[in-house]
């Protein structure tokens, strides 16, 4: 079945520590993009990625860094200086087509202790 | 001014009646609009895409103008199985960038 795939589903980080979030797709979509949910709050944008290699800051990239070196994966690293990493994280891809709508990973929960 | 403003809810609204959100979006460069559907601690899924004519689909109907750069979502007959988010979704074309709203919040009363 295509779909796209976040793992894992829960992540605890210890304060300091860098930790990546996977994110896989096998929809053939071009474009990816990572977002940030606070609780009660709506979807910022920290980073997407139009094409393989290419990848642009959105609202919240500060704290956060991304690679696209094949289309089927755009992981998400969430460093250090991310001053409160505690959200749920989502990733979603769409195709080039218009009316191409996105589809989402079932997220990652990442808890700071 | 955020890209895509929606109706902050939350509404509250007793089984059987019928209740609609507004979106409007700054992007004049935006080109397809979603509606999505976010439950408590889950992924956003789609609700519809909504196109230029207008659409429906059984009991929601989705409508935009593009002149107004105004969206809106109508839902009818509403259930209790209806509560959730509802996110107002912007795409604009060259740069495929998705912009939501922040969402608003319905719960439907027995």
């Known amino acids: 079945d295509g779909g796209i795939t976040q793992s894992p589903k829960y992540l605890f980080r210890k304060e300091g520590q860098n930790v990546t979030l996977s994110c896989e797709q096998n929809?053939?979509?071009?474009?990816m993009y990572w977002y940030r949910q606070d609780p009660g709050q709506g979807l910022r944008l920290i980073y997407y990625?139009?094409?393989?290699?290419?990848?642009q800051k959105g609202d919240i990239a500060e704290g956060y860094s991304v690679s696209r070196e094949k289309k089927e994966s755009f992981p998400l690293t969430v460093t250090s200086a991310q001053k409160n990493p505690t959200a749920f994280y989502l990733c979603?891809?769409?195709?080039?087509?218009?009316?191409?709508?996105?589809?989402f990973g079932q997220g990652t929960r990442l808890t700071v202790v | 001014r955020k890209e895509v403003e929606q109706d902050p809810g939350p509404f509250n609204v007793p089984e059987g009646a019928t209740v609609a959100f507004n979106c409007t979006y700054s992007?004049?460069?935006?080109?397809?609009f979603f509606w999505y559907r976010q439950d408590c601690r889950k992924e956003p899924k789609l609700l519809m895409s909504?196109?230029?004519s207008g659409n429906e689909d059984g009991r929601f109907t989705a409508q935009l103008n593009r002149a107004s750069q105004y969206i809106s979502l109508l839902i009818r007959d509403s259930k209790l199985s209806d509560s959730a988010t509802y996110l107002c979704?912007?795409?604009?074309?060259?740069?495929?960038?998705?912009?939501f709203g922040s969402g608003t919040q319905l719960t439907v009363l027995p």
């Open positions: 979603a891809s769409t195709g080039i087509v218009t009316y191409t709508e996105a589809f």
């Open positions: 929809l053939n979509h071009d474009a």
């Open positions: 990625s139009q094409i393989v290699n290419d990848f």
């Open positions: 992007n004049s460069a935006s080109q397809s």
């Open positions: 909504v196109y230029s």
């Open positions: 979704v912007a795409l604009s074309g060259s740069a495929r960038q998705l912009t």
